[in-house]
């Protein structure tokens, strides 16, 4: 009825320094099955409350707590030593995460409808990071303590079994999920931590001091107070301060889950899995490079530009209302339309060309779609051979005959090769890539 857990561990490590090698973390835990205590009824025929706290440590990568120097290597002028891109830290501490959870549990009609809701609030302190630091220091990296992770969500589950006769049944189950995770108290002049190399045009997985951990950085039109792009007075191109720190985007969806059903009838199993994710951003990297080779779609029609916003006057300083359109068998200068042959004049072709593979990407967010899909992850037919069959061999006890499919269809407005492809394994190019897209293969039906 009412049952209770309490643990305690103390771990002692040769990755930190002696005075911090020793950490202890605690851990408790409980559950009450209120039915117990209630009248017996059809209708609610399980419940329980479950709780816990627990603490889990961290401790470091060995010999990050020193500072080496590389392999000598052959130069021109003999042999050469440098120091590693790392800078070492004696005085680390160990990580740790601190997890809450609470959770309930009902089951209806003996068993025909359950429920299963979860919400979980984890936070990890003293992240051990070795985040890029001012080169001024010596050093490309810099091992340290640095950043407190938060996630919060919950977890929701849903079974049911509303059709169960002698020769059919029909078994249902709907999981949700939802997570939010942000980053606090990075080092000091540290706004946005990149954990990974991972790049794609100007854009990288990033997360940011404050906000999202699960960020995409990226760059920026020059914008006005309306929002209108600000222009080159002469030129008529976009512009920008060329900073690639901006928090262009969440790679982390609002909402994903999956509906199972199971249909039996007498010796035949049908089974499908659909899941879904609703929301989180992904950045087209695919895209962006086909676009500044002119290969994809918006950058199609190479005819002709037309750019509206806002312009600086060089003779006022102030910001006009100016529109600038570019044909491609026509000659320009200053963001004027000139006869062919004039000095520095530029053709349109070259102009057109310059702004998709130049102009167009300094904003990030045009590769950018916060992306829904809905999946029919698989679908399994199976044959179960009637056991009176098989007690005539006498050695064997069951077979099946199975017929499966994978990845079958798939409904998104996500307009690159698979909105899942970034989110595989490690990433499409490289660890932490989840949510940039580049240049991947869908996954295979099988």
């Known amino acids: 009825m009412l049952y209770a857990t309490v643990t305690g561990r103390n771990d002692w490590t040769s990755t930190l320094p002696i005075d911090n090698r020793s950490y202890y973390y605690p851990s408790v835990s409980g559950s009450f099955l209120f039915t117990e205590v209630m009248p017996k009824n059809d209708i609610l025929s399980y419940g ?31 042999t050469g030593i440098q120091d590693a891109w790392t800078s070492g830290n004696n005085i680390l501490i160990p990580e ?45 990296f810099k091992t340290t303590n640095a950043g407190d992770i ?37 080092l000091p002049g540290i706004d946005v931590l990149y954990v990974t190399d991972v790049q794609v045009g100007s854009a990288k997985a990033a997360s940011f001091n404050g906000g999202n951990f699960m960020g995409i950085s990226g760059s920026k039109y020059n914008r ?17 301060d060329g900073k690639e720190i901006y928090d262009i985007g969440n790679r982390e969806p609002k909402l994903t889950g999956g509906f199972t ?31 500044g080779i002119g290969m994809s779609k918006r950058s199609m029609d190479r005819e002709s530009l037309t750019l509206s916003g806002v312009a600086k006057n060089p003779d006022t300083q102030q910001l006009e209302s100016k529109t600038y359109t570019f044909q491609a068998n026509k000659f320009y ?35 950018m779609t916060n992306t829904n899909w809905l999946r029919l992850r698989s679908l399994s037919l199976s044959y179960y051979m009637p056991s009176k069959i098989l007690n005539k061999t006498k050695f064997i006890k069951a077979m099946s005959v199975n017929v499966t499919g994978t990845n079958l269809l798939l ?10 492809t970034s989110a595989a394994g490690s990433g499409a190019v490289g660890s932490s890539s989840v949510g940039i897209d580049s240049v991947s293969y869908t996954h295979l039906r099988a």
């Open 333 to 367: 200068l200053k963001g004027q339309e000139v006869a062919s042959g004039t000095a520095k004049a530029e053709s349109g072709y070259q102009i057109i060309q310059k702004y998709w593979d130049t102009y167009y990407n300094y904003e990030s967010a045009n590769y």
């Open 224 to 240: 006005d107070e309306a929002g209108n792009m600000i222009l080159d007075w002469e030129s008529g191109m976009p512009t920008s």
């Open 411 to 420: 409904f998104t407005n996500y307009k690159g090769m698979d909105p899942e």
């Open 48 to 78: 329980k409350i479950r709780a816990s706290w627990a603490e889990v440590g961290k401790d470091a990568d060995p010999y990050v707590t020193n500072t080496y120097i590389d392999s000598p290597f052959p130069t021109t002028g003999g």
């Open 261 to 291: 059903n199971t249909f039996r009838y007498k010796d035949f199993e049908l089974s499908f899995l659909l899941d879904f994710r609703i929301g989180g951003d992904i950045y087209n990297g695919t895209d962006y490079f086909m676009t």
């Open 150 to 186: 938060t996630n919060k969500g919950f977890e929701i589950s849903i079974k049911a079994e509303p059709i169960k006769t002698r020769d059919f049944s029909w078994n249902t189950m709907l999981n949700l999920a939802k997570n939010k995770g942000k980053v606090n108290n990075l």
């Open 96 to 140: 740790k995460t601190r997890s809450t959870e609470i959770g309930l549990e009902l089951g209806f009609l003996n068993g025909r409808l359950g429920f299963d809701m979860a919400y979980y609030a984890n936070k990890s302190i003293n992240q051990l990071l070795s985040p890029r630091v001012s080169q001024t220091i010596g050093y490309i």
